[in-house]
């Protein structure tokens, strides 16, 4: 391929992307005093790895076995990360103790595409970040509550979405995780701080577990 010098912004966003996938993760955490301190964990490429090696039990192979509904998807995540990023950058360089889909990505993010390819390494950028956030979701599930009634937007009161099988499902529309209330129909979203005034124009009771 062709290698020129991109635009500084292609390139500073194909590094976050590739660092949002494999690089430490800055994490907050509580002291046994209380006190809140700031650390680095492992990538989420790395975290997934090691969580599936952990529970399959069978020193870090990563042969299929039978495992809990939670992580034939983080297999399922892994394998299609580790195809794809090699069909994108087959050379996987010299082996430095990394595993050869960080060192294939780290090999695609130091390489200065030519302006033709503009287009391919937008697509590997929202790739990318979607493993990335698929990969968080995978191992800090958000919790999450169903709001049983129309939303006051839309008036729209259940959906059917895909589920991790790709199965078509029915839902409420209204979902509500920590960081608000959203409809899954038209979007709209209502923030914490309103969650029991949204359930008081709804005429329902806050779901279990829901705090303002």
Request: charge should be negative; hydrophobic fraction near 40%.
């Amino acid at each position: 391929m062709t290698r020129t010098t991109p635009r500084a912004a292609v390139s500073h966003e194909l590094d976050d992307a590739v660092h949002a996938l494999i690089g430490h993760r800055l994490r907050n955490h509580i002291d046994s005093d209380g006190a809140i301190r700031s650390g680095y964990s492992e990538s989420v490429y790395d975290e997934i790895r090691a969580e599936l090696a952990a529970r399959q039990g069978d020193g870090g192979s990563l042969r299929p076995r039978s495992l809990p509904p939670a992580w034939v998807e983080g297999l399922d995540w892994l394998s299609d990360v580790d195809a794809t990023v090699a069909a994108w950058h087959p050379d996987a360089g010299g082996d430095n103790g990394h595993t050869e889909t960080v060192r294939r990505l780290n090999l695609l993010a130091a390489t200065a595409w030519a302006p033709e390819y503009r287009e391919t390494v937008d697509e590997w950028i929202a790739q990318l970040r979607r493993w990335a956030e698929a990969g968080k979701g995978l191992l800090e599930p958000v919790h999450r509550w169903e709001l049983v009634a129309a939303c006051p937007a839309c008036q729209v009161r259940t959906v059917h979405r895909p589920d991790t099988a790709g199965e078509y499902v029915r839902q409420a529309a209204l979902q509500i995780t920590a960081d608000g209330c959203v409809c899954q129909s038209c979007h709209t979203r209502w923030a914490p701080t309103h969650y029991r005034l949204l359930a008081a124009a709804l005429g329902c009771e806050l779901p279990t577990g829901v705090l303002e």
